[in-house]
């Protein structure tokens, strides 16, 4: 198992790598190792820090563990009120106390990220995966992913209000790159983002007067809701993850 990064190979740590491969999710890979059930080139893992260079065997309880796990993507319908957290561990009130109970046992053993944020009151398309160079790909605004958002807003919306969002406007972090944004009604307005700073959304519409009152994203890439339920998930296609997220793998 090795990880590749800005082009250079270098050895992965045994409970990640475990993660990694499907074996188990990281947090119970630490636990394993702890209790000297892993072993790496026949040699008992005393810690989960543990180098595992890439042509490692490693086995759990003696059974060789499988590596090069393929590429997992959850497309995940949030409601209100859940934190997107990314670390399973802190479980109490984010979207993975909602999604992980309902993972067949296959798909538990993974450990899930989730492709980027949204704010603890927006709904909608929250990917996850357990491909953490998915991560940035998606995240990275140099991928140019867009991101569609529908918001509900407090005041009245026109063309002329939305304008400055369209020319790219100043945010109190830097500049925003030029948004796509469709006024969908007086009191609905439909923003395409191609990156996704904190926020942002509701400050590029709070700074033009138009407040958002509730905000939800419909589609990341080309991939939308469609019929999931809120709280509900599914999972991708690997054809979904090459054409509609522009991801064509760990290398
Ligand atoms: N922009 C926001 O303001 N909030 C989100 O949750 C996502 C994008």
Redesign the pocket.
Same mark, same amino acid.
């Given at each position: 198992m090795c990880i590749r990064e800005r082009g250079k190979e270098k050895p992965d740590w045994l409970s990640r790598a475990l993660a990694r491969a499907g074996a188990m999710p990281q947090d119970e890979a630490d636990a394993a190792i702890k209790a000297g059930r892993v072993t790496v080139n026949g040699r008992v893992a005393t810690t989960p820090l543990t180098p595992v260079p890439p042509d490692a065997v490693i086995k759990v309880d003696g059974h060789p563990v499988r590596k090069g796990a393929p590429t997992h993507v959850l497309a995940f319908h949030k409601p209100a009120g859940v934190l997107t957290s990314t670390a399973r561990q802190h479980r109490t009130g984010t979207v993975f106390e909602l999604l992980l109970p309902q993972l067949p046992l296959e798909l538990n053993r993974f450990t899930w990220h989730a492709v980027g =944020? !949204?704010?603890v009151d927006?709904t909608g398309l929250l990917l996850f995966t357990n491909d953490d160079k998915l991560v940035a790909h998606a995240t990275s605004p140099e991928t140019n992913l867009p991101k569609r958002?529908v918001a509900t807003v407090f005041s009245t919306a026109d063309d002329a209000k939305v304008e400055p969002l369209r020319q790219g406007m100043m945010l109190d972090d830097g500049p925003a790159r030029p948004a796509m944004v469709r006024v969908r009604d007086e009191h609905t307005v439909e923003v395409i983002l191609t990156e996704?700073r904190h926020?942002?959304?509701? =400050?590029m519409l709070g700074a033009v007067g138009l407040p958002?009152r509730a !905000?939800h =994203?419909e589609a990341v890439g080309d991939i939308t809701l469609d019929d999931i339920p809120e709280g509900g998930f599914r999972l991708l296609t690997d054809e979904e993850v090459r054409e509609k997220l522009n991801y064509s793998g760990r290398d």
């Open positions: =944020r !949204l704010d927006t958002y996704g926020h942002q959304v509701k =400050r958002a !905000l =994203r």
